[in-house]
């Protein structure tokens, strides 16, 4: 472990056997909470408005703050495991593929991320740098994972789902708090947070995370794989000028490097090298969010933030500026009916540099979009709600793109509650598929020659080619679902999804070069077919269990013109077909907490990865009121298994983990 890292964790470390004065944490346990009372969490994310879980029309999931703490996880990746029909496998200590509904990759581009309305989705790749998203878990309020469509109020690329992460109010992190990890494989964390009120106007937190380590994951035949550390500071503060108006301030800064293994070519090396390297990146942002209540019931808000990444690559580095504004206005148009509209502007500026394996052009790029809201949530009678909406959206590459919604509410009870949705959503082309070329290997070719011996050889890279008049990806979904209570103590939320795909992307052999070169087309459409279902139980008062379970299917066609069909392939078997998970949350004692999760997910042939079983426990103990401590055991019942492959980078077999947390408010 780097030495400047180590020593902190060990400050960290004397600092909690030292501080004796500590408050309790104020926070509801959700995992305590009734079936009856689950079903009453609010969630903002379906509607962007406050709403019951019950009455929301949509395959929701909440991951509350309490279940975040009894989780034991480590990385941020590893929470969205409890959630059915996510698909989460790492495939390096950074690098991680996961979706939701199928399509799973390194990149995956048809899942929306959010962090209290900020998009992580990068424009180049289309995904999420997940290596970057080291968050103090301890301020995650809730996160809430809409599985299917989320277009209509989220905008392109929500096609698949939205997880939006939401923080904590600083209100509720007032005083001071450490963290402390450590443990096998060697790597460690130190966090730490100051909170405290403004006058009598407002709250605030800072804070401060470090994170490094030796390699966590094992590369067969490289044992010496290199590490990774992380830093990252920043603030939130909370303030209400008036009864009516709330202000909400946010920022961030961030440096981390990452040890991995990359696929490089040279144009006089035949094949491709693997090579270890280390990914660079920086950034930081700045938010302000502005919400009003006003007398007729209604809401507007005005949010707009400013983010600046850069991430370095030995064969690529990518520059990204992007400023956002988002206005929405809610009002009650009756009784029976509410109004929300709003409207949004996006400015990206990139600059990138080039390499010979990648090869991008134009390596600067200015782009906007344009984009306006409706939504309309009418009351047809007191059991049945109706909402129509659509987003319109404006972008440099395709045009104008319309994303309509249609859902249905029925209460058939106090405590259960049927809903239908039909909707259409869009992922537009990202950087990387429009101005990126990719030499993958080099070959030797033989070129006729007109004089003796009549031929040349040379080498050739095999490639695939940019197109910048490849068109958006469209989805049609049609989304049923029932959620209520079974029994006393026992609840069930279902869903069943079919999802119509079409100009969905592929590589054909390019035209200009068709024996050397591949380009990308928009040829390929199928569908995807799936049921989730999570099921709650609480047997005592001390024990609660959840079970969850996902089938996905998917069919991917090409038409008469269309050659590669390891589109079709890595579609139809890269995702698996069952995951089913355990929860248990036990309370040994007032001041012991044994808590287990078990997850099995069977096997990605397009990909020749195995089915696994994996066992996580969590033992805790509340040593005085604010000091904790827990011991983790993760992968437990195997020493060590993959996960997913990829060809962007070399992929990890994830090991067993062993890690104890130390965790202290004051």
Known sequence: MNAPIHSLIVAGCLTVVTVATATPNPDPDLSELSIEELLQVKVTSVAKRSQRVQDSAAAV????????????????????????????????????????????????????????????????????????????????ERIEVIRGPGGTLWGANAVNGVINIITRHSRDTEGDLVVVEAGQPTTGSLAYRHGGKIGEVGSYRIYGKLTGGEPSMVYPGNPDYDGNRATRAGFRADLAPSARDAVMLQGEVYDAHHGQFDITTAPNRIGAQVMSDNVASDGGHFLANWRRDLANGGQWTLQGYADRARRDYPDLGVRINTFDLDFQYRFPLSKQQEITWGAGYRTIDDLLRSSYTLQVSPDRRHSEIFSAFLQDEIALADDLALTLGTKIEHNDDTGMELQPGVRLLWRVSDRSSLWGAVSRAVRTPARSETGLTINYVVIPAVTPTVTPPFFRMTLQPLAITPNPNIDAERLIAYEVGWRGELSRGMSLDLALFSNHYDSLTTTEPDPANPRYASIRS????????????????????????????????????????????????????????????????????????????????????????????????????????????????????????????????????????????VELHF
């Open 61 to 140: 999931f909440v991951i509350g703050h309490e279940e975040i703490r009894r989780s034991g996880a480590r990385a941020f990746p590893d929470l969205l495991r409890m959630v059915p029909g996510v698909e989460v496998a790492q495939i390096s200590p950074g690098g991680w593929a996961i979706t939701s509904r199928g399509f799973n990759e390194l990149y995956s581009n048809k899942l929306l991320v959010l962090v209290d309305g900020r998009s992580i989705y990068t424009p180049f790749f289309s995904g999420v740098y997940w290596d970057e998203q080291d968050f103090i878990l301890e301020d995650i």
């Open 522 to 661: 928009n040829l390929m459409y199928g569908e995807t077919y799936g049921v989730e279902a999570a099921l709650h139980w609480h047997p005592s008062e001390r024990w609660r269990l959840r079970a969850d379970y996902g089938w996905l299917d998917a069919a991917m066609h090409l038409p008469p013109g269309g050659t590669n069909t390891r589109n079709e392939q890595g579609i139809e078997r890269g995702s698996p077909s069952h995951q089913f998970s355990l929860h248990s949350y036990y309370n040994l004692a007032p001041n012991w907490e044994l808590d287990t999760a078990l997850y099995h997910v069977t096997s990605l042939p397009a990909l020749a990865v195995s089915g696994y079983t994996r066992l996580d426990l969590r033992l805790g103990w509340r040593l005085r009121h604010g000091v904790e401590v827990s011991l983790v055991g993760q992968n437990l019942t195997d020493n060590r298994h993959f996960e997913y492959s990829s060809t962007e980078t070399v992929a990890a077999e994830v090991p067993r983990a062993l890690f104890g947390r």
